[in-house]
C-alpha cells in the first residue's frame, strides 16, 4: 500500500476539470483535472503542505485539512473514510521483527474462527443463503443453503476467497451474468478494506496475487475505487437453480468487527424464492 494516498489522490484530482470548480484553464496541462495548486487553493491550505500530503508526509494531518480536501475532490462517503484511513494509517507498535510476527499470527488465527453461536444463526436461516467474510473477503463460515448457491465446500479453504473466485475462477463469468459489474464491485470493497489494515502481509499478497494473474483485477485496482459492499443486488446463474436474482444484506459482528455476515433475502413468493425452496429441498434429500 505504499504510495497508495498520493495515488488516491492524484486520481481523484483527475476526475474533476477547473471549470467545474469556479476556475479558469490556462495553459497546457500535462495530465486531466485539477493541479495540485488548485487543490491547494480550493481546500485552503499552502501548495507545500498539500504535496506533502500527496507524498504521504503528513500523519498528522487534521480532520479540518482532510475534509476540506473531501470536500474539494467531491469524495463520497465511503471515499472520504478511504481518504482518514489511509492518510493515518493505524501502525503496529514497534518492536522485534519476532514478536510483530507472533502478534500478526495470533490476530489471524484469532480473526479466522467464527464463534460457535454465529454458525447457529447462520443454520437457523435454513430459507436465506448466508455465508460469514472477512475483510479480505475469505469466506469463514456458512449455511446449507449458501454453500448450495455460491458453492463454498467443494473448494479447499486457500480458494474461499471472493476475489480469488471472481477474478481467478474461470466459471465465475458463467456463475454471475453481470461478471464486470461483480468484479468492479469486489475490487472497491477490497481497496477498502485494505487502506483499513494497512500492515496486513496476507492482505498485501492477496492483492499481488491478483495483479500478477489477472489483467482485469490489475486494471480495476488502479482506478482506485473505493464502495463497501454493504447491500445490493446480485445475480446468479445456478446450474440446477437457473437463474437467481437476490438483494443482500450484511451485518457486522460487534465481538469480530472484521467478520460480516452475508444474507441474501430473495422477496418473498418471488421466483427466486421459490427456485431456493427447490434447490434446499434438492441439497436436504442428497444430505439426508
Request: hydrophobic share 40%; proline share 6%; net charge negative.
Amino acid at each position: 500500500m505504499d504510495g497508495e494516498l498520493g495515488d488516491f489522490l492524484r486520481s481523484r484530482r483527475a476526475r474533476i476539470q477547473p471549470e467545474e470548480v469556479g476556475l479558469a484553464s490556462y495553459g497546457r496541462r500535462r495530465v486531466p483535472g485539477l493541479r495540485r495548486e488548485e487543490v491547494a487553493q480550493l481546500a485552503g491550505v499552502s501548495v507545500d503542505y498539500y504535496i506533502r500530503l500527496e507524498q504521504g508526509r503528513g500523519p498528522s494531518v487534521s480532520d479540518a485539512v482532510l475534509d476540506a480536501v473531501a470536500r474539494v475532490l467531491r469524495l463520497d462517503e465511503a471515499e472520504h473514510e478511504y481518504l482518514r484511513a489511509v492518510a493515518r494509517p493505524r501502525r503496529r507498535a514497534e518492536g522485534g521483527q519476532d514478536a510483530a510476527r507472533e502478534s500478526a499470527n495470533r490476530e489471524a488465527a484469532a480473526a479466522s474462527r467464527v464463534r460457535p453461536g454465529v454458525q447457529l444463526i447462520l443454520d437457523g436461516l435454513d430459507r436465506n443463503p448466508a455465508y460469514v467474510l472477512d475483510h479480505r473477503m475469505d469466506v469463514l463460515a456458512w449455511n446449507a443453503l449458501g454453500d448450495a448457491v455460491v458453492g463454498l465446500s467443494d473448494h479447499a479453504p486457500g480458494e474461499r476467497n471472493m476475489p480469488r473466485r471472481v477474478f481467478l475462477d474461470p466459471s465465475a463469468r458463467d456463475l454471475y451474468p453481470d461478471w464486470a459489474a461483480i468484479a468492479s464491485q469486489t475490487v472497491a470493497h477490497l481497496r477498502l478494506q485494505a487502506g483499513h489494515h494497512p500492515d496486513d502481509a496476507a492482505m498485501g499478497r492477496l492483492v499481488g496475487e491478483l495483479s500478477r494473474a489477472s489483467d482485469d483485477f490489475r486494471r480495476l485496482w488502479a482506478d482506485h475505487l473505493v464502495k463497501p459492499c454493504d447491500h445490493g443486488v446480485k445475480q446468479l446463474r445456478h446450474p440446477v437453480a437457473g437463474l437467481l436474482t437476490l438483494p443482500y444484506e450484511t451485518l457486522t459482528i460487534p465481538a469480530a468487527p472484521d467478520q460480516t455476515i452475508v444474507v441474501y433475502t430473495p422477496e418473498p413468493g418471488s421466483e427466486t424464492a421459490e427456485r431456493l425452496a427447490l434447490l434446499g429441498s434438492w441439497v436436504t434429500s442428497r444430505t439426508g
